[in-house]
Structures are given as structure tokens and as C-alpha cells.
């Protein structure tokens, strides 16, 4: 008697393109259907998320947003103006050429790229989680599809013997 594949050895066959027989093949389409294969990424990484990914993905929000550009510019406005023109040069902060606004510039750029790496980073991940589910359920599809041609192609090759002999038994 042949031996039974599992259900992990049926899609390892399907996977490598090998050949499948009937029974193997209906085991697998059974398995397909039965199961769902499809997941749900965003819920899956959010289960996931660390306190870190976490602030990394609201500072990469908040820094990509207009309003803080606007507010950042108007922030850098306001400094040049209270330094250049509203304070002299004696009682000045950080008199030009701006060197303190430089600084504090180069720290929060120091700071702020590797956060907007990080989160960038998670998200390449999470599309990449996407892009595996898409397969999996594009597959799943697909041989579902497969399973119901053959299914109809038999149906209509019973249809047309039915006719057949509906046929043979009116002409007689």
C-alpha cells in the first residue's frame, strides 16, 4: 500500500514543481481551502513593536510631516532674527555667524537619521512580510482555480455524454 504524504511533503512537491498525484493533489487542494493562509501584517508587527519601534516610528511621523517643516522653519527664522537684529552683538546668545544653531542643527541631524533609518528598516521588513503573504494567498488562488477548471472540464465532458446518450435515445 503507498504510503501517505504529509501535508508538508504535498507542498514541498508543489513548491519544487514536482509532480503530484490525484490523491496527493485533492489532499492539498482540501488543505488550501480548510485553511486560511493569508495573515494580517500590519496586526502582526504591531504585536511586535518594541517601546523603541515605536518612537521611532512617531518621530519618522512627526519629522516627515509639513508642519514640521513650517514649524522648524520659523523656529530657525526666529533664531536669526532674535541673534541678528533684535539683540546687539553684546547681548546676542549666539551673534553670527550662528555657531550654537549649528550645533544644536548637527545634534538633532545626528539623532534623527538613524530613527528615520530604524523605522524604514521595520518597514522594509513589514513590506517584505506583505509581499510573503501575497505569494502565499496568489498561490493558494491559484491552485484553487486549477482544482475548479479541472473540475469543470469534467463536468462538461459528463454533460456532453449525458447529451450523447439523450441523443442515441431519441433517435430511437
Not at 501517505?4 to 490523491?23: A, G, H, W
Not at 493569508?38 to 521611532?56: C, H, L, N, P, Y
Not at 517643516?69 to 536669526?80: E, P, R
Not at 555667524?97 to 541631524?109: D, G, K, R, T
Request: glycine fraction near 2%; charge should be negative.
Amino acid at each position: 500500500m503507498e504510503k501517505t504524504k504529509t501535508k508538508k511533503e504535498i507542498v514541498q512537491m508543489l513548491l519544487r514543481n514536482s509532480e503530484l498525484n490525484s490523491k496527493d493533489e485533492k489532499e492539498l487542494i482540501d488543505l488550501l481551502i480548510d485553511q486560511p493562509i493569508s495573515i494580517d501584517v500590519d496586526k502582526q508587527e504591531e504585536a511586535k513593536m518594541t517601546f523603541g519601534d515605536r518612537v521611532a516610528d512617531r518621530v519618522s511621523e512627526i519629522a516627515g510631516s509639513w508642519g514640521f517643516i513650517l514649524g522648524f522653519t520659523l523656529f530657525l527664522v526666529a533664531w536669526v532674527v532674535l541673534n541678528a537684529i533684535i539683540l546687539t552683538d553684546e547681548s546676542a546668545m549666539d551673534p553670527f555667524p550662528f555657531i550654537l544653531l549649528n550645533l544644536v542643527l548637527s545634534c538633532i541631524a545626528a539623532l534623527q537619521a538613524p530613527i528615520i533609518m530604524m523605522s524604514q528598516n521595520r518597514q522594509a521588513a513589514k513590506d517584505s512580510l506583505r509581499n510573503q503573504n501575497d505569494y502565499r494567498t496568489d498561490l493558494k488562488s491559484e491552485i484553487i482555480l486549477e482544482a475548479l477548471h479541472d473540475q469543470i472540464e469534467v463536468l462538461i465532458k459528463n454533460q456532453e455524454k449525458i447529451m450523447q446518450k439523450l441523443e442515441e435515445k431519441d433517435e430511437k
